[in-house]
């Protein structure tokens, strides 16, 4: 298994900018825990957002970069559990030809992908791991 470390998609030649667009659900944490992703443990704090993506994927997003990462869809009010859409922030994202491991420096987590996945760099030591199917129906390249 490829283990990816130290990465800078910023750097890397196969990588490109890419934009999500997508309608989650969200349910902000009221206390801490941890769920188990398809790509390995995402730990989050009280007031961490718990998404379920439009795939039916998990993962969680601390509040500072929720904020930052999506806005609500009316009727939710920022802040409240429901319905939020990803802002068009762009990421950098390659996808890797063989099973890899990458270190999520939000939280210390080490995510998983299979052969094909896509490694997302949301900004420097920030990272994410997409399922091909999934990267396909929620992510656009950018011109």
């Keep these: 298994m490829l283990e990816l470390k130290a990465i800078d998609l910023a ?25 188990i992703s398809l790509e390995g443990p995402n730990r989050y704090q009280v007031g961490d957002a ?21 806005q609500a869809v009316a009727p939710t009010m920022m802040g409240e559990d429901g319905s939020y859409a990803a802002r068009p922030v762009p990421v950098l994202a390659r996808q890797i ?22 490694l997302l760099q949301y900004a420097p030591g920030d990272f994410g791991v997409a ?9 656009h390249k950018l011109p």
């Excluded at 667009?21 to 769920?35: C, M, S, T």
């Excluded at 399922?131 to 992510?139: H, K, L, N, S």
């Design 97 to 118: 030809a063989e099973p890899f491991s990458a270190e999520r420096s939000a939280g210390g987590d080490c995510l998983h992908g299979t052969a094909g996945d896509w």
């Design 131 to 139: 399922g091909q199917e999934r990267f396909a129906q929620v992510y």
């Design 50 to 70: 718990v998404i379920t993506g439009s795939t039916g994927t998990r993962w969680s997003v601390s509040r500072d970069r929720f904020v930052a990462k999506y």
């Design 11 to 35: 750097a890397d030649p196969l990588a490109a900018r890419y934009v999500k667009n997508e309608i989650v659900a969200v349910e902000f944490a009221r206390q801490a825990g941890e769920l």
